[in-house]
T-cell receptor, first 110, second 115 residues
Framework: SQQGEEDPQALSIQEGENATMNCSYKTSINNLQWYRQNSGRGLVHLILIRSNEREKHSGRLRVTLDTSKKSSSLLITASRAADTASYFCAPQTSGSRLTFGEGTQLTVNP | DTGVSQNPRHKITKRGQNVTFRCDPISEHNRLYWYRQTLGQGPEFLTYFQNEAQLEKSRLLSDRFSAERPKGSFSTLEIQRTEQGDSAMYLC?????????????FGPGTRLTVL
């Protein structure tokens, strides 16, 4: 399955700390995407990393990809209360479906 | 362009009724996706269009579900004879822009409650 599995399921940190979430998958991929979802809302695309890339940055976000281990990580630096949300990874084989895991619920305490 | 829009945002219906949802994708996107999400779970893929062609359907999409994209622009998802188990958030996404071809952009969703 190309489903992403996020770890941990839940993470609670203090504002200003860094948050790291991990994702594992099982098949070869073209790219892996990370999304954020605030409670009751739609998903917001955060970052896409291609299979030939090892690291990518966007603002306070840093994503790494290790295709040999079939894993990815999302680091949020200097977290804010507004970062409280569920985070999902979605490995993608082709330009079609995304298969999501259950996500990591991040809580940033002010 | 303000992104993917979905209507209605909320729908409450009685079991056995038919419901139809609409999705308007980002205008330059040729791919459109439907997902379903229940509480505490990630979205589950339902179906996918490239232009007006429906290219993939999940086994989750029973005979009671039908989706169309008649002119390759907006799409509709119809559920016939709704059941309580159909209660969920129905999400639409689109992709295919010039600079972000594989990135899927999601709408706000339609929350369906079947009584």
């Amino acid at each position: 399955s190309q489903q992403g599995e996020e770890d941990p399921q839940a993470l609670s940190i203090q504002e200003g700390e860094n948050a790291t979430m991990n994702c594992s998958y099982k098949t070869s991929i073209n790219n892996l995407q990370w999304y954020r979802q605030n409670s009751g809302r739609g998903l917001v695309h955060l970052i896409l990393i291609r299979s030939n890339e090892r690291e990518k940055h966007s603002g306070r976000l840093r994503v790494t990809l290790d295709t040999s281990k079939k894993s990815s990580s999302l680091l949020i630096t200097a977290s804010r209360a507004a970062d409280t949300a569920s985070y999902f990874c979605a490995p993608q084989t082709s330009g079609s479906r995304l298969t999501f895991g259950e996500g990591t619920q991040l809580t940033v305490n002010p | 362009d303000t992104g993917v829009s979905q209507n209605p945002r909320h729908k409450i219906t009685k079991r056995g009724q038919n419901v139809t949802f609409r999705c308007d994708p980002i205008s330059e996107h040729n791919r459109l996706y439907w997902y379903r999400q229940t509480l505490g779970q990630g979205p589950e893929f339902l179906t996918y269009f490239q232009n007006e062609a429906q290219l993939e359907k999940s086994r989750l999409l029973s005979d009671r579900f039908s989706a169309e994209r008649p002119k390759g622009s907006f799409s509709t998802l119809e559920i016939q004879r709704t059941e309580q188990g159909d209660s969920a958030m129905y999400l639409c996404a689109s992709s295919g822009g010039t600079y972000s071809y594989n990135e899927q952009f999601f709408g706000p969703g339609t929350r369906l409650t079947v009584l």
